[in-house]
Structure formats: structure tokens, C-alpha cells
């Protein structure tokens, strides 16, 4: 008698194409086998596993999320950076974690803990220990600025304030810290190539190119790598120059912008349920009101981004809003131009191979079982994503209903 599961549902996405009448075998924290019925031995002898009406796919993998924040309409940023201690934060990120997972949400690049420390390294060590569910992780830890141009600001300089991030500058200061942050545990290094410097005032870059390319240097050698905050042409082009690997917002990215993009591998992660959400939060009754000139300028940069064939991560910077609606994102890359099927090969094996979540995003004889089960098609309607109904992460099934 064989201790494998044999998954039926009704048709199967498996990272990069839909097939109809496709099963799946998993056998403890491996797919087995991927394909018809009929191509299968012994299918009698497995324990099955009746998934109708459903769609099998891999396992999310959200591009860019802040597991130690909360929506801004709850609490501002600069009170969860000030107010919130980091012990309240973590508990906070405990109950995120679960929500991600639940929402099939098996994978996650955490971009920041955004004034929380390392706590989102020890974060990810409770998930990897089994203290608590939640997603495989690749964490940012503190993330890294230029001096001077990240908040909370607006103090006086006599009052010493938690920042946001580490601040450096130059070129030895940049590397030690990437150093440090590796050393502690961060999986990946994030930088802000360009930030406001001060309330109100549009973005300017933040690094010279010879810090941004150094904290590259310094991480790859690490075997690691950088990602980059970064919103405007001289920015963005900084961080291309400088070698990251992927440009997190990117708004302001123009036709020639994204083609340099293109043309270095760097991938773009547009997070446009942040801006999104923002609008919201400010009062854009969404639906009813016409568009406001940031989602209006997002639109056609992201359409911009898409003309171009720059590789499009999945990741709405979840965490500014509610975690769990990771599937906003996907509703959003659609209603802004994408086809579903592109917006799902984001989200799964295109964001496995640009992230490095290795032997993930695929459902493929030998690949890892992070496995989740939709309600009806989300290819002909993206929306059905909401409807994660079943979800395995590493063979072990979290939710069944
Ligand atoms: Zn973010």
C-alpha cells in the first residue's frame, strides 16, 4: 500500500500552462507525478484526495511583503516605526504569517522590517522550527539608506528617533553594513536607490552609484544579492548601473528605463495594490471617483513595463495593506493590462527563478510540495484567487476546505 496522495482536481496550473484532467502525486515533501490519469501506475493504490470543481496550482510566492507591518490605515507608518515595540511587532508578524499561508501564500520575499531590527529574521526562524505556520520566507532584515534620507524624520536633532533602516555612507561604511546585515542573518540585501528627503517633495536619488555598486559587490561575493527601492529614472538607472536584481515600485520608469532593465536582466516589482491602497486610505472612493493622478501615472508606466518584455515580479509590498489579500496584486497586474496567465507565472514560476526559491513555483515530478487548491479558474477569472480553498506547504496540508 503506498502512503502517497493522490491529488484529482479539475484541471491543474502547473506554473506555466493550464491542463484539464491533470492529477497530482505527492510523496512526503515531493511532487511524484504530474499528468493525466491514465499516465499513472498503480493509481488505485494511492490515498485520494477529491478536489472538484478546483484549480491545482503551486503555491504562491509573494515578491514583496512587510510581515512586521500593518495597514497604514490602521496605524501610520511612522507610529508602527516609533510607537509599536518590536516584541509587538513580532506577535503582530506571528498572526501575518498565518494569514499568508492561509491565503496560499506559500513563499514570501520579505522586503524590510522597516525599524524592527532583525526581528524578522527571528521571525522566520519560529516558521522554520515549526513554532508557528507560515510561508517559506527570504528575509531583508533592517534594510539599508543613505544618511539622512529615510524617516521617521521632523525631529529636532537633539531627539534621537528609531529609524526606519540603517543608514550609510560611502563606500567602506556600505560595505561593513552589508556585511553585518548578512552576518545576522538577512537572506538578501535591500537598498533605497532614491527616497523624498524631506515631507511632500517628489523623490531624488539617495547613493552614488560607487556605494550602490560596492554594497552589490559586497553581496554577491556573499553569494547574495540586492534589491532596490527605487521610483525615479535617475534612480532606478543607478540601481541597474550598480547590478541589483530586481527594482521594487519602479513608478516612474520610462520606455528607455525599463528597456536598460530588460537589457541587464533586472526584473521590475511593480507592488501596485500599495499605491493602490494609499489612494484609498487619502479618500479615492475607488469605482466611483476617476482615477488619481498616482494610479492614472502607475497605469501607464506599468503598461510602459509591459510593452517592453522586462520580467514583472509578483508583489504588492502586502503589509501598507492587509495581509492575506495577497491576491490584490494579481487583480490589479490584470485590470492594468496583464493577461491572468502571465500575472500566475509571476506569481509562481517566474517569481521562483528570479527570487531563488529553488525547486518552487512549478508543479513538476521532483519539485518540492508547496501545493494549494483555487475555487473554479482564476485563468478566465483572476479573481478566483480569493478562494484558496486548499494549501500545502512542504507535504503538509494547512488548510482543507
Ligand atoms: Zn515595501
Redesign the pocket.
Known amino acids: 500500500m503506498s502512503s502517497q496522495t493522490l491529488l484529482l482536481p479539475e484541471q491543474v496550473f502547473d506554473g506555466t500552462e493550464l491542463h484539464k484532467g491533470w492529477v497530482v502525486s505527492v510523496d512526503e515533501n515531493r511532487i511524484t507525478y504530474a499528468g493525466p490519469l491514465n499516465g499513472l501506475k498503480n493509481a488505485g493504490s494511492y490515498t485520494k484526495k477529491e478536489l472538484k470543481g478546483m484549480t491545482l496550482m503551486p503555491g504562491i510566492i509573494e515578491g514583496?511583503s512587510?510581515l512586521l507591518l500593518h495597514p497604514y490605515n490602521e496605524t501610520e507608518w511612522n507610529d508602527q516605526v516609533l510607537v509599536e515595540s518590536p516584541a509587538e511587532r513580532a506577535i503582530r508578524g506571528a498572526v501575518h504569517a498565518k494569514k499568508s499561508l492561509m491565503a496560499g501564500v506559500t513563499s514570501m520575499r520579505d522586503?524590510?522590517s522597516e525599524g524592527a531590527g532583525y526581528t524578522d529574521v527571528y521571525l522566520k526562524k519560529t516558521i522554520d522550527d515549526g513554532i508557528i505556520p507560515g510561508p517559506r520566507t527570504l528575509m531583508a532584515g533592517p534594510a539599508i539608506v543613505a544618511t539622512g534620507a529615510y524617516g521617521p524624520k521632523g525631529f529636532h536633532d537633539g531627539v534621537k528617533v528609531p529609524l526606519g533602516a540603517v543608514p550609510v555612507s560611502g563606500r567602506d561604511n556600505a560595505i561593513k553594513e552589508v556585511r553585518t546585515q548578512l552576518g545576522q542573518g538577512a537572506n538578501l540585501i535591500k537598498i533605497y536607490a532614491d527616497y523624498r528627503w524631506g515631507k511632500g517633495e517628489p523623490s531624488q536619488p539617495t547613493f552614488l552609484q560607487e556605494e550602490i555598486t560596492a554594497m552589490v559587490e559586497a553581496a554577491t561575493t556573499a553569494g547574495r544579492y540586492v534589491v532596490a527601492h527605487a521610483s525615479t529614472p535617475a534612480g532606478m538607472r543607478r540601481a541597474i548601473m550598480g547590478g541589483v536584481e530586481t527594482i521594487?515600485h519602479g513608478d516612474g520608469g520610462t520606455a528607455e528605463i525599463f528597456g536598460l532593465m530588460k537589457e541587464n536582466g533586472v526584473a521590475l516589482c511593480p507592488?501596485l495594490a500599495a499605491g493602490d491602497a494609499i489612494e484609498q486610505y487619502k479618500g479615492w472612493k475607488k469605482g466611483t471617483e476617476p482615477d488619481p493622478e498616482r494610479v492614472a501615472k502607475k497605469k501607464k508606466s506599468f503598461q510602459m513595463a509591459l510593452q517592453s518584455g522586462v520580467n514583472i515580479v509578483f508583489g504588492g509590498?502586502v503589509g501598507v495593506f492587509t495581509h492575506g489579500e495577497n491576491y490584490r496584486e494579481l487583480e490589479l497586474m490584470v485590470a492594468y493590462g496583464m493577461k491572468p496567465i502571465k500575472a500566475l507565472r509571476s506569481a509562481t514560476s517566474l517569481n521562483a527563478k528570479i527570487l531563488h526559491f529553488d525547486e518552487l513555483g512549478m508543479i513538476q515530478k521532483g519539485y518540492l510540495a508547496d501545493i494549494i487548491a483555487v475555487q473554479g479558474n482564476p485563468v478566465e477569472n483572476i479573481s478566483q484567487m480569493k478562494y484558496v480553498r486548499y494549501v500545502m506547504k512542504d507535504g503538509v496540508v494547512y488548510k482543507d476546505n
Open positions: 514583496h512587510h522586503l524590510g521594487e507592488t509590498d
